[in-house]
């Protein structure tokens, strides 16, 4: 393959060079676009990107062959080049192909966690601090559940002024509980216990707090106006238990719930 005519800086040299690696697909994206800026006035290492286009395809078969990366593979190519050279460029299209592999196997991992859901569920969002909140809003698995669940209880402390619904449903594994709660200030951590009538306590889920809160009526934000809603699962059935508290990681009370 021959260099491009005329004199290059080493700046250009190294743009040049990079020809190879982008046809091969083994650029991060940085690399990648500032490659895709210099090739757009690049008449040279367009044609040589013309007679490459068919190299990864090929070193991309060869990765997925049993023994591939061998020098026996790199022998039979009609180019012939060296083995050390297509051993070093087999391994790593191989190994980029794995990542990609790895990738998409963790964003179908996450996708089926949102979809499938579990006893607890919380939707994570960046607040205007900066923090991580565990966001209420009407499209949450929670307060979907919550709308369609008819069995409710409700309770507000006239100390703290906190005020909380619980929801729920019978399953074959214990109780479903969806909580919405209004009038809380953070930051805080908080939990949702579920008090059996033979004494026994369990948690079904916990949360943050930020400082701007939950239902508050008289807020500046709508964030803040909007009620928390969060679920989980108790082994309990629903006619096992006595009353739900809502706890700060403290120790605190903010509300109860009688069943």
Known sequence: MSGPMGTQGSSGTNEHETVGAYALGILDDAE????EMHLATCEWCAQQLDELAGMEPMLAALADLPGSGTPAIGESLSAKPSPRLVNNLVDEVAERRAMTRRRSFYMVAAAAALIIGGPVVAIATTGDDGGTST?????????EAFDVMSDRVSGRDA???????????????????????K??????KCSLIA??????????????VPKWGYGIPNAKTEQAKQP???????????????????????????VEVAV
Do not use: C, D, Q
């Not at 966001?135 to 307060?143: C, I, L, M, Q």
């Not at 008090?195 to 369990?202: A, M, S, Y």
């Not at 706890?247 to 903010?254: A, D, N, P, S, V």
């Open 183 to 188: 009038n809380v200030t953070g930051p805080e």
């Open 228 to 254: 928390l809603y969060v679920h989980g699962g108790a082994a309990f059935t629903p006619e096992e238990i006595e009353r739900f508290e809502v706890m700060t990681f403290e120790g605190k009370r903010l």
């Open 195 to 208: 008090v059996g009538k033979n004494g026994e306590r369990e948690t079904i889920t916990s949360w943050s």
């Open 159 to 181: 100390s703290t002024k906190v005020t909380a619904t619980v929801a729920m449903e019978p399953k074959a594994w214990g109780t479903h509980a969806v909580l919405e709660l």
């Open 135 to 143: 966001e209420a809003h009407g499209t949450s698995p929670a307060k």
């Open 32 to 35: 990648a676009t500032a490659f």
